[in-house]
């Protein structure tokens, strides 16, 4: 089965440290980009970035570069979202996606496969 | 950066009846070349993560129900459920993934039974 697997809940405080974590596997996870999407309670969905597995080629949304790191580690099929110094707003639900490519080879930015989402609270 | 706005914010639909949401982005995510709408729609139902139910504005995903469809061109898009099921109870967004450096979603239109 294709999936992907995300690391579970974190409860942080202000300031501290954190990387989640989403593994990929029944699909060759280096030819895929993988993005991150969050979800504050109650809210819509955020465009975060995306990484490629092959080469850690990275983009990011204007709105989270600085504050985040997208990273992968193509030999354990994993990519990583990590904060340095956390904050209230980073409240979320944090998803990751594969971005779909088309049997002819077409890469699409649509996402068709989602990890199952890490709850993070950050509150003192 | 593409705007994407939905209408309405939520609807209320009987079993069986048609269910209509509309999606407006900033500028135009159809690319000449390819003659292909880049434009994506998810449900998402409360506790679980999106679902992708089209792409390239009006391609089925694989699984998804027939009754779901998808149309549009350029900056205005629809999807729409024909026949209402209890399970379509969900919030659907849509996505542009023409341009980046975001491919920014919607805010999503919440859908219900009447």
């Known amino acids: 089965d294709v999936q992907l697997v995300q690391s579970g809940a974190e409860l942080k405080k202000p300031g501290e440290s954190l990387r989640i974590s989403c593994k990929g596997s029944?699909?060759?996870?280096?030819?895929?980009?993988i993005g991150w999407v969050r979800q504050p309670p109650g809210k819509g969905l955020e465009w975060m970035g995306v990484?490629?597995?092959?080469?850690?080629?990275?983009r990011y949304s204007p709105s989270f570069q600085g504050h985040v790191t997208i990273a992968v580690d193509k030999s354990m099929n994993t990519a990583y979202v990590q904060w340095s110094s956390l904050r209230a707003s980073d409240t979320a639900t944090y998803y990751c996606?594969?971005?779909?490519?088309?049997?002819?080879?077409?890469?699409?930015?649509?996402?068709?496969?989602w990890g199952q989402g890490t709850k993070v609270t950050v509150s003192s | 950066d593409i705007v994407m706005t939905q209408s309405p914010d939520s609807l209320a639909v009987s079993l069986g009846e048609r269910a209509t949401i509309n999606c407006k982005a900033s500028?135009?995510?159809?690319?000449?070349?390819?003659?292909?709408?880049?434009l994506a729609w998810y449900q998402q139902k409360p506790g679980q993560p999106p679902k992708l139910l089209m792409y390239?504005?009006?391609t089925r995903e694989s699984g998804v129900p027939d009754r779901f469809s998808g149309s549009g061109s350029g900056t205005d898009f629809t999807l729409t459920i024909s026949t209402l099921q209890a399970e379509d109870v969900a919030v659907y967004y849509c996505?542009?993934?023409?341009?980046?450096?975001?491919?920014?979603f919607g805010p999503g239109t919440k859908v219900e039974i009447k």
């Open positions: 996606a594969r971005q779909s490519v088309s049997s002819s080879g077409l890469m699409s930015g649509a996402f068709d496969v």
């Open positions: 996505q542009q993934y023409f341009s980046t450096p975001v491919f920014s």
């Open positions: 990484i490629y597995g092959g080469d850690s080629d990275t």
């Open positions: 390239w504005a009006s």
């Open positions: 500028q135009s995510v159809l690319d000449n070349s390819l003659k292909k709408n880049f």
């Open positions: 029944g699909f060759r996870f280096s030819t895929y980009w």
